[in-house]
């Protein structure tokens, strides 16, 4: 059904879904869904609105299990370890892959305490001095440190929504993830707040895996060297981003990249 | 006639200008559909309504006031009235007398000498009741013809509807403040009254409270009227042992209602929650007689406190904080459920746990809800009197044992009011005292409060 090129030759996957199928209620939103993510590479998750690309984004961090109605069935890993079973806890499943929203959602705190959040909770930092370089190293990466570093204890919620984005970004990589999954990132942002977020995943890319989910095909196109394109809850198609950009083997693929639906 | 059959007539007629306009502006529409009506027929309606029922009501406010001294000064004037009696409360009452018969409310009078006056009564009644209609339907008249005039095409009646709208609603809001204007100042005249007569100093400072009301009005001894007992019982009952019991409680059913429970099961434990704040206090207050108070002095007595009593501060207070458990949870519970989802799962995509997000993220910005809910709480413990009453005493006690009996200010306040009293005798004068005491008191704890909000809450907007 899903059509996996075969000239991707991936080093190993960092995360790998087999026959992953999401239910709402009774209605199936995901329908036996299967990936490997790797590890090196900016993947990016493509398709028409409702397609379920959000929705299975939610399944590699069980975000899904915040939805009383929603259920997953079929098997997760990371780093071959299943993460629906006893032995991985939510708790440290989330701190090893970590997620950034659609919309900008940082905690109505200090700029300080938005990224010292998840250090603290997870007991990364001893001392202050410990938890300042945090900081300091998350909010540089995000390329945010030279804008922020002096209004440090200033509500996150008074920067600009590009900004914020940025903040929500930081605060995910503070807990140093191995996976960063990004759920339309730059969806609520201006161009050239959007360009700051596309070039901050390039940067990040290599360092974490990421995972992007994303409406706009040239935004895929320009992070992204993995493609899987999503349709009615199953993937049509996975392969090499160029690929699947200039070279589709589904028609459906190709009427979507060439804007014929969707 | 009765103002409220005036006010019947005026909607009558109301409705027949509302008519009127209405067809009036339908009928210059019709006539040029290609010109684009500044109004809806409807509005023009309105505004001639607006005129005939407004000055109707006005009027017949003020001759509601004026109509029965017209009526009794035309009885004066008749001759019946030459024998009556020059003293003024019995000449009051013979009018009152002759009056009631006019009108049909009584059988026949009980002083002879108001008979005469029967027949003058009835007559100036139907007199000025003629006038009043007539006067009415002037008025209305006056007004709707003036209004139904100005109906033309290019007239804006919309913004002369919507303005009256806008002033009706200033008006309905200006009644609740201006009494509560009112309130304070009478508070402050009586008060001002009682110091007079006792300095505040011995008021606000003393430390005996026992006012008597038969020692003399114009030299009162200060000494009976120290409020201190009052306050601290008010304080501990209310604001301390209440808080001690509502605060955790309401907090954390609010909590588990919002981020552990069923969706079903929240569904039927949230009301049945607010139920309790419906309960009448006095339901609380036999509870608290009957089986709290003494199952807390039968406890004492088991671990060997002897003397203590039946009613006790601690009976009243757990009782009052069960009874505003609602108070809390229920603003704690909406302010919690109303911060963004967002919030709650950038909490747990940190990997952070459902405690942590309640006590990190969900708690803080819920914060001002939640102080405001406690801070209703307080004010609400601190007015009531019926569980204290019942429960705790009505003598005044300084003391720090919860087992010992205490009042409060507002059972103290119902005790000097009720019963004969003389309105010019300091121990009457003393509620009011108290009552603006309370007043103040409440009034910093909210400024306070509003204070703390500001500093601390985490806006998430």
Known sequence: ?262 | MSPITLILIAIGLGLAGWLAGRAKAWSFQKGSPDVRPVARPTYHAWYVAIWIVIPVLAFVTLWSFIAPQLVVQSVLASPGAQNLPAFGFERDSWLAEARAVALGNAPGVFNAGAEPLIEPFREAIGRYNLIGVILTVLIAFAGGTFAFLRVRPDFKARTRVERTVMIVLLLASLVAILTTFGIFASLVFETYRFFSLVSPVDFFFGTFWGPDPMSSADNPDASRYGAIPLFWGTLFIGAIIAMIVAIPLGLMSAIYLTQYADPKLRQWVKPALEILAGVPTVVYGYFAALTVAPAIRDAAVAIGISGASTESALAAGVVMGVMIIPFVSSMADDSIAAVPAAMRDGSYAMGATKSETIKKVLFPAALPGIVAGIMLAVSRAIGETMIVVMAASTAANLSANPLDRMTTVTVQIVKLLTGEQSTDHPTYLSAFALGFALFLVTLVLNVIALRVVKRFREAYE
């Open chain 1, 1 to 262: 059904m899903t059509v996996i090129h075969d000239n991707m030759e991936d080093t190993g996957a960092k995360m790998k879904a087999r026959d992953v199928s999401v239910y709402y209620g009774d209605k199936k939103a995901i329908d036996d869904v299967s990936i490997d993510i790797s590890p090196d590479y900016v993947t990016a998750f493509i398709g028409p609105s409702g397609c379920g690309k959000s929705t299975f984004l939610r399944c590699f961090n069980r975000m899904n299990d915040t939805i009383p109605s929603a259920k997953v069935t079929g098997l997760i890993e990371l780093d071959g370890d299943d993460i629906h079973s006893n032995a991985m806890d939510v708790v440290q499943l989330r701190a090893r892959v970590g997620m950034v929203f659609q919309k900008p959602n940082p905690f109505p705190k200090s700029i300080y305490d938005n990224i010292a959040y998840g250090p603290k909770i997870h007991g990364l930092a001893e001392k202050k001095p410990d938890l300042d370089a945090i900081v300091e190293k998350s909010l540089t990466r995000a390329g945010l440190w030279d804008e922020v570093k002096d209004r440090l204890d200033d509500s996150g919620t008074a920067l600009s929504g590009g900004q914020q984005q940025r903040l929500c970004i930081a605060r995910a990589i503070a807990v140093d993830p191995e996976v960063i999954l990004m759920d339309e990132p730059a969806s609520a942002l201006d161009p050239i707040a959007t360009a700051k977020i596309e070039e901050l995943i390039d940067e990040l890319s290599g360092r974490y895996a990421i995972v992007i989910v994303t409406h706009s095909m040239q935004q895929a196109a320009r992070v992204s060297q993995r493609t899987a394109f999503f349709h009615l809850g199953q993937i049509v198609e996975y392969g090499r981003t160029s690929d699947i950009f200039t070279n589709p083997i589904e028609d459906r693929t190709k009427d979507y990249i060439t804007g014929r639906y969707g």
